[in-house]
Protein backbone atom coordinates (compact mmCIF):
# COMPACT_ATOMS: atom_id res chain seq x y z
CA UNK A 1 0.00 0.00 0.00
CA UNK A 2 1.52 3.20 -0.91
CA UNK A 3 -0.76 5.16 1.44
CA UNK A 4 -1.94 7.70 -1.35
CA UNK A 5 -5.80 9.22 -0.86
CA UNK A 6 -6.84 6.93 -3.80
CA UNK A 7 -5.41 3.47 -2.14
CA UNK A 8 -8.37 4.80 0.70
CA UNK A 9 -11.09 7.26 -1.20
CA UNK A 10 -13.16 7.99 -3.69
CA UNK A 11 -12.72 11.51 -4.36
CA UNK A 12 -15.55 11.97 -6.52
CA UNK A 13 -17.65 11.46 -3.30
CA UNK A 14 -16.40 14.76 -1.95
CA UNK A 15 -16.58 18.80 -3.38
CA UNK A 16 -13.13 19.10 -1.35
CA UNK A 17 -10.77 16.89 -3.94
CA UNK A 18 -8.34 19.67 -3.81
CA UNK A 19 -7.05 18.95 -0.02
CA UNK A 20 -5.84 15.06 -1.33
CA UNK A 21 -3.02 15.40 -3.96
CA UNK A 22 -2.05 12.14 -4.74
CA UNK A 23 1.04 12.59 -4.97
CA UNK A 24 1.35 12.63 -1.29
CA UNK A 25 0.37 10.93 1.43
CA UNK A 26 -3.23 10.75 2.83
CA UNK A 27 -2.75 12.03 6.04
CA UNK A 28 -0.95 15.32 4.79
CA UNK A 29 -4.59 16.52 3.83
CA UNK A 30 -4.92 17.45 7.43
CA UNK A 31 -2.82 19.99 7.50
CA UNK A 32 -4.24 21.90 4.62
CA UNK A 33 -7.71 22.13 6.08
CA UNK A 34 -7.23 25.53 8.17
CA UNK A 35 -5.84 27.16 4.81
CA UNK A 36 -8.12 25.73 2.70
CA UNK A 37 -11.58 27.08 4.59
CA UNK A 38 -9.73 30.54 4.72
CA UNK A 39 -9.48 30.48 1.00
CA UNK A 40 -12.90 29.12 0.16
CA UNK A 41 -15.46 29.35 2.87
CA UNK A 42 -17.70 31.90 2.73
CA UNK A 43 -20.43 32.23 5.43
CA UNK A 44 -23.61 31.06 3.79
CA UNK A 45 -26.96 29.27 5.39
CA UNK A 46 -28.98 27.51 2.96
CA UNK A 47 -30.99 25.59 5.54
CA UNK A 48 -33.28 26.91 8.05
CA UNK A 49 -31.98 26.89 11.94
CA UNK A 50 -34.75 25.72 14.86
CA UNK A 51 -33.51 28.08 17.98
CA UNK A 52 -31.04 26.45 20.53
CA UNK A 53 -28.62 25.92 17.92
CA UNK A 54 -25.38 27.90 18.20
CA UNK A 55 -23.46 29.00 14.98
CA UNK A 56 -20.04 30.66 14.92
CA UNK A 57 -19.14 33.31 12.27
CA UNK A 58 -17.08 31.54 10.07
CA UNK A 59 -20.06 28.40 9.11
CA UNK A 60 -21.03 27.12 5.81
CA UNK A 61 -24.47 24.99 5.61
CA UNK A 62 -25.94 23.16 2.44
CA UNK A 63 -29.15 23.22 1.23
CA UNK A 64 -31.76 20.52 3.21
CA UNK A 65 -29.71 20.12 5.93
CA UNK A 66 -31.83 19.50 9.06
CA UNK A 67 -29.89 20.62 12.51
CA UNK A 68 -31.46 20.01 15.64
CA UNK A 69 -31.54 22.03 18.89
CA UNK A 70 -28.74 21.80 21.07
CA UNK A 71 -25.80 21.77 17.88
CA UNK A 72 -22.81 23.76 18.55
CA UNK A 73 -21.19 24.73 15.62
CA UNK A 74 -18.30 26.71 16.25
CA UNK A 75 -16.61 26.85 12.33
CA UNK A 76 -14.49 27.30 10.66
CA UNK A 77 -17.21 24.41 9.08
CA UNK A 78 -18.56 23.25 5.88
CA UNK A 79 -21.64 21.44 5.92
CA UNK A 80 -23.07 20.04 2.88
CA UNK A 81 -26.72 19.11 1.87
CA UNK A 82 -29.01 16.77 3.43
CA UNK A 83 -26.94 16.07 5.95
CA UNK A 84 -28.68 15.40 9.67
CA UNK A 85 -27.03 17.02 12.93
CA UNK A 86 -28.57 15.69 16.31
CA UNK A 87 -28.99 17.40 19.32
CA UNK A 88 -25.48 17.84 21.39
CA UNK A 89 -23.60 17.45 18.08
CA UNK A 90 -20.39 19.63 18.83
CA UNK A 91 -18.74 20.66 15.40
CA UNK A 92 -14.94 22.73 16.68
CA UNK A 93 -12.95 24.53 14.40
CA UNK A 94 -11.90 23.71 10.71
CA UNK A 95 -14.11 20.57 10.19
CA UNK A 96 -15.44 19.58 6.69
CA UNK A 97 -18.98 17.86 6.42
CA UNK A 98 -19.58 16.34 2.97
CA UNK A 99 -23.18 15.50 1.60
CA UNK A 100 -25.85 13.37 3.40
CA UNK A 101 -24.01 12.76 6.38
CA UNK A 102 -25.53 12.12 10.01
CA UNK A 103 -23.36 13.49 13.16
CA UNK A 104 -25.11 12.55 16.12
CA UNK A 105 -25.59 13.22 19.28
CA UNK A 106 -22.67 13.66 21.67
CA UNK A 107 -20.45 13.82 18.78
CA UNK A 108 -17.02 15.85 18.56
CA UNK A 109 -15.36 16.67 15.34
CA UNK A 110 -12.22 18.67 15.41
CA UNK A 111 -10.03 19.54 11.89
CA UNK A 112 -11.43 16.15 10.25
CA UNK A 113 -12.66 15.65 6.84
CA UNK A 114 -16.14 13.43 6.16
CA UNK A 115 -16.52 12.80 3.08
CA UNK A 116 -20.47 12.12 1.60
CA UNK A 117 -22.52 9.72 3.56
CA UNK A 118 -20.99 9.47 6.20
CA UNK A 119 -22.33 8.08 10.19
CA UNK A 120 -21.06 9.31 13.14
CA UNK A 121 -24.55 8.82 15.13
CA UNK A 122 -23.79 8.06 18.77
CA UNK A 123 -21.18 9.09 21.22
CA UNK A 124 -18.10 9.37 18.78
CA UNK A 125 -14.94 11.12 18.94
CA UNK A 126 -13.69 12.17 15.75
CA UNK A 127 -10.27 14.48 15.37
CA UNK A 128 -7.70 15.15 13.34
CA UNK A 129 -9.16 12.32 11.45
CA UNK A 130 -10.15 11.54 7.51
CA UNK A 131 -13.63 9.33 7.25
CA UNK A 132 -14.33 8.32 3.30
CA UNK A 133 -17.17 7.76 1.14
CA UNK A 134 -20.20 6.26 3.49
CA UNK A 135 -17.84 5.31 6.18
CA UNK A 136 -20.04 4.39 9.33
CA UNK A 137 -18.76 4.69 13.07
CA UNK A 138 -20.49 2.51 15.62
CA UNK A 139 -22.03 3.85 19.06
CA UNK A 140 -18.93 5.03 21.18
CA UNK A 141 -15.70 4.73 18.83
CA UNK A 142 -12.71 7.33 19.16
CA UNK A 143 -10.11 8.07 17.20
CA UNK A 144 -7.62 8.92 19.17
CA UNK A 145 -5.23 12.05 17.75
CA UNK A 146 -2.60 12.45 20.45
CA UNK A 147 -0.01 9.94 21.33
CA UNK A 148 0.23 9.60 25.84
CA UNK A 149 3.93 11.25 25.42
CA UNK A 150 2.36 13.87 22.96
CA UNK A 151 5.00 13.08 20.69
CA UNK A 152 4.99 13.28 16.60
CA UNK A 153 2.69 10.39 15.66
CA UNK A 154 4.43 7.61 13.59
CA UNK A 155 2.41 4.92 11.91
CA UNK A 156 3.07 1.20 12.49
CA UNK A 157 3.35 -0.68 9.26
CA UNK A 158 4.58 -4.11 9.46
CA UNK A 159 7.64 -3.01 11.38
CA UNK A 160 8.53 0.20 9.56
CA UNK A 161 7.78 3.15 11.50
CA UNK A 162 6.92 5.82 8.95
CA UNK A 163 6.76 9.35 10.52
CA UNK A 164 3.93 11.40 9.44
CA UNK A 165 5.19 14.76 10.92
CA UNK A 166 2.02 15.43 12.73
CA UNK A 167 1.60 15.57 16.50
CA UNK A 168 -2.21 15.20 16.29
CA UNK A 169 -3.15 12.64 13.45
CA UNK A 170 -6.25 10.17 15.07
CA UNK A 171 -7.30 8.00 11.31
CA UNK A 172 -8.13 7.75 7.82
CA UNK A 173 -11.19 5.00 7.54
CA UNK A 174 -11.64 4.48 4.30
CA UNK A 175 -14.27 3.80 2.39
CA UNK A 176 -17.43 1.70 3.42
CA UNK A 177 -15.60 0.95 5.97
CA UNK A 178 -17.28 -0.29 9.56
CA UNK A 179 -15.84 0.67 13.00
CA UNK A 180 -17.73 -1.87 15.64
CA UNK A 181 -19.01 0.09 19.09
CA UNK A 182 -17.22 1.39 21.75
CA UNK A 183 -13.36 0.13 19.67
CA UNK A 184 -10.57 2.80 19.56
CA UNK A 185 -8.41 3.57 16.98
CA UNK A 186 -5.29 5.24 18.17
CA UNK A 187 -2.84 7.59 16.46
CA UNK A 188 -1.82 7.27 13.36
CA UNK A 189 -4.18 4.19 12.29
CA UNK A 190 -5.10 3.90 8.30
CA UNK A 191 -8.25 1.37 7.87
CA UNK A 192 -8.92 0.18 4.15
CA UNK A 193 -11.46 0.10 2.06
CA UNK A 194 -15.21 -2.29 2.71
CA UNK A 195 -12.41 -3.12 5.88
CA UNK A 196 -14.50 -4.09 8.67
CA UNK A 197 -13.22 -3.60 12.70
CA UNK A 198 -14.67 -5.67 15.58
CA UNK A 199 -16.40 -3.81 18.56
CA UNK A 200 -14.59 -3.13 21.50
CA UNK A 201 -11.14 -3.10 19.56
CA UNK A 202 -8.51 -1.39 20.17
CA UNK A 203 -6.48 -1.35 17.18
CA UNK A 204 -2.79 0.63 15.65
CA UNK A 205 -1.33 0.24 12.72
CA UNK A 206 -2.63 -0.64 8.74
CA UNK A 207 -5.71 -2.60 8.32
CA UNK A 208 -6.11 -3.59 4.37
CA UNK A 209 -9.10 -3.12 2.15
CA UNK A 210 -11.52 -6.02 2.49
CA UNK A 211 -10.03 -7.56 5.86
CA UNK A 212 -12.42 -8.01 8.71
CA UNK A 213 -10.57 -7.49 12.19
CA UNK A 214 -11.73 -9.91 14.81
CA UNK A 215 -11.60 -9.28 18.76
CA UNK A 216 -12.00 -12.61 21.18
CA UNK A 217 -12.68 -11.88 24.53
CA UNK A 218 -13.11 -14.82 27.27
CA UNK A 219 -15.35 -14.79 30.32
CA UNK A 220 -15.41 -16.32 33.59
CA UNK A 221 -18.28 -16.81 35.29
CA UNK A 222 -17.35 -17.24 39.46
CA UNK A 223 -20.08 -17.72 41.99
CA UNK A 224 -20.57 -15.10 44.23
CA UNK A 225 -20.75 -17.63 47.33
CA UNK A 226 -24.03 -16.35 48.83
CA UNK A 227 -26.42 -19.31 47.68
CA UNK A 228 -24.03 -22.39 47.47
Known amino acids: MTHRPSD??????TQHALLFPETEPVWTALSRIQSYLDFRLKREIRSELPPGVYLGEDVFIGSNTVIEPGAVIKGPTWIGDNCHLRAGCYIR?????GDGCVLGNSCEFKNCVLFD????????????????????????????????????????????????????????????????????????????????????????????????????????????????
Request: glycine residues 10%; contains cysteine; hydrophobic residues 40%.
Open 117 to 228: DCEVPHFNYVGDSILGHRAHLGAGVILSNVRLDRSEVVIDANGQRIRTGLRKFGAVVGDQAEIGCNSVLNPGTLIGRRSVVYPLTSFSGILPADRLLKTRQTHQVVSLGLRD
Open 93 to 97: ENVIV
Open 8 to 13: FLNLHC
